[in-house]
């Protein structure tokens, strides 16, 4: 029992203990939970107080990484009531200890990539204060943002506003649904030379300005 143990739990303090002499702790990584095989990290916890799964470097407070040991990059979070799911809730944490003030960003969620340590986020979503906040009202907004082709730079794509409108192209949507920057055209078949497809939205730019589907 003594060396299964061993292999799986190592305090990665390289100790050297003489007559009189202090203790000397030389490695990065404090502690190390090995996998299956006694020898592969699965868990770490360095002297920066950084977590890592799965990996033995991790570079964020809590890194998670599959590696092969697990099925796939899930976080799984379970819920302990039955009428309650799990959740996860992010705060924006104001050190001046006032209310939320308009634009501060409550929480996000990004997606992108490492390559050769260079972190991408091209790609996410967030919730942030609409208005500044007061003891009676919190208003907020969801942001879903996307990066377009030949270009590095994310963009705010769709808004859900505190209200409940939702904006396609715009920030600031005045009507339940509004989309902005459609293209225009006479017809349809005017659209379909111009490159739309089936389902496609266009607006006929008269008066009344008709939105049209492409059929």
């Not at 007061?134 to 942001?143: E, K, L, M, N, Q």
Request: aromatic content about 8%; charged content about 15%.
């Amino acid at each position: 029992m003594k060396n299964r143990i061993s292999t799986k739990i190592i305090l990665a303090a390289a100790v050297t203990v003489l007559s009189g002499a202090p203790i000397h702790v030389h490695a990065a990584n404090k502690l190390i939970v090995n996998g299956a095989d006694g020898s592969t990290p699965a868990f770490v916890v360095t002297d920066s107080g950084y977590v890592g799964v799965g990996t033995s470097t991790p570079d964020a407070p809590v890194t998670l990484k599959s590696s092969g040991l697990f099925p796939s990059n899930v976080v799984k979070v379970v819920g302990d009531e039955t009428t309650k799911g799990a959740g996860l809730i992010g705060y924006n944490n104001r050190t001046d200890a006032q209310l939320s003030r308009a634009n501060d960003r409550l929480g996000f969620v990004f997606f992108g990539s490492n390559t050769g340590g260079t972190l991408q986020h091209p790609a996410g979503f967030s919730a942030s204060a609409e208005e500044d906040w007061t003891a009676g009202s919190w208003p907020t907004f969801f942001a879903f943002q996307t990066t377009a082709p030949n270009s590095t730079t994310r963009t705010e794509r769709l808004r859900i506003t505190g209200s409940g409108n939702v904006g396609i192209g715009t920030s600031a949507p005045t009507s339940p649904l509004q989309v902005v920057n459609l293209p225009v055209y006479t017809n349809n078949a005017d659209a379909v030379a111009g490159g739309l497809t089936a389902g496609a939205f266009y607006r006929t730019g008269g008066d009344p300005d008709l939105v049209c589907v492409v059929h």
